[in-house]
C-alpha cells in the first residue's frame, strides 16, 4: 500500500525566508505525486503536479518541487515565503493513475508572521 | 478554475438520524466524484470512488451500507451517513474529476463538518 509522510507538522516562518516542505512516499512502482494547499477557510488547491519529464516542477504562486526518485521524495520549496502563504500544505500520491485515489501526506502547517 | 460545492457546510443531528451531503461540479460534468473524511489534525483519508450511473466503490474498512454514495448525474454526487453516531463526527470532503484529454484533475469542494450529538 502507498503511504506519504510529511515530517514537519508545523512550520514557522518570518517573510521572506526560505521555505522547504519535506515529502516522502512509499510505493515501489511509478507514480504520480502532487502539492495541494489550504488556506485558511478555503478548499484545497492544486499547487503543482509530477506525473514524467523534468523532476523540477514549477508550480503557482512562485511553489517549486523536485522529485527525487532514489530518495523517494517530493520536496516542495520556494524562495521567498510571504504572509499570504500561511496555509496547510498537502503532499499526495497515487500508483500511475492521473488523478485518481490520491493518498495524502498528514499535512504541513505553515505560519508566515510579517 | 472549476468549481465544486457541497452542501451543508455543516450540520448538527441527533444520534440515530441520516445525514445526506451533496456534492455538486458546478461548471463542469463529472463521471468520477471521490469522498474524503478528514479527522482534527489528521490526513484526508479517502472513503470511495463515486461513478455516474455505477456503484460506488468503497476503500478497505469503510461500511458502504453506513455511508450511501449515489452519483445519479454528471454533476451529483451524495453521500448520505446512515444511522450516524458520535464516531461519526468529522469532516467530509468531496472532489470532482475533469477530465481534459490527458489531464485530468481533481477539483475539491469545502467541505462538510458533521456532528452527531
Known amino acids: 500500500a502507498q503511504s506519504v509522510s510529511q515530517h514537519n507538522h508545523h512550520v514557522i516562518l518570518s517573510e521572506a525566508a526560505s521555505l522547504e516542505l519535506g515529502c516522502n512516499y512509499s510505493?515501489?512502482?511509478?507514480?504520480?505525486l502532487f502539492w495541494y494547499v489550504q488556506y485558511p477557510g478555503q478548499h484545497l488547491q492544486l499547487l503543482l503536479k509530477?506525473?514524467?519529464?523534468?523532476?523540477l516542477v514549477k508550480g503557482i504562486k512562485g511553489f517549486e518541487a523536485e522529485f527525487i526518485k532514489s530518495k523517494f521524495s517530493f520536496n516542495l520549496r520556494k524562495p521567498s515565503v510571504q504572509w499570504s502563504d500561511t496555509a496547510e500544505y498537502f503532499c499526495?500520491?497515487?500508483?500511475?493513475?492521473?488523478?485518481?485515489?490520491?493518498?495524502f501526506g498528514t499535512g504541513t502547517r505553515l505560519l508566515v508572521s510579517p | 478554475g472549476a468549481v465544486v460545492s457541497q452542501h451543508p457546510s455543516w450540520v448538527i443531528c441527533k444520534s440515530g438520524t441520516s445525514v445526506k451531503i451533496e456534492c455538486r461540479s458546478l461548471d463542469f460534468q463529472a463521471t468520477t466524484m471521490f469522498w474524503y473524511r478528514q479527522f482534527p489534525k489528521q490526513s484526508l483519508m479517502l472513503m470511495a470512488t463515486s461513478n455516474e450511473g455505477s456503484k460506488a466503490t468503497y476503500e478497505q474498512g469503510v461500511e458502504k451500507d453506513k455511508f450511501l454514495i449515489n452519483h445519479a448525474s454528471l454533476t451529483l454526487s451524495t453521500l448520505t451517513v446512515t444511522s450516524a453516531h458520535p464516531e461519526d463526527s468529522s469532516f467530509y470532503i468531496c472532489s470532482a474529476m475533469r477530465v481534459a484529454g490527458e489531464d485530468n484533475e481533481q477539483f475539491f469542494g469545502p467541505g462538510t463538518r458533521l456532528t452527531v450529538l
Open positions: 499526495a500520491v497515487n500508483a500511475n493513475t492521473g488523478f485518481q485515489k490520491l493518498v
Open positions: 509530477y506525473f514524467s519529464g523534468d523532476p
Open positions: 510505493y515501489g512502482g511509478t507514480v504520480n
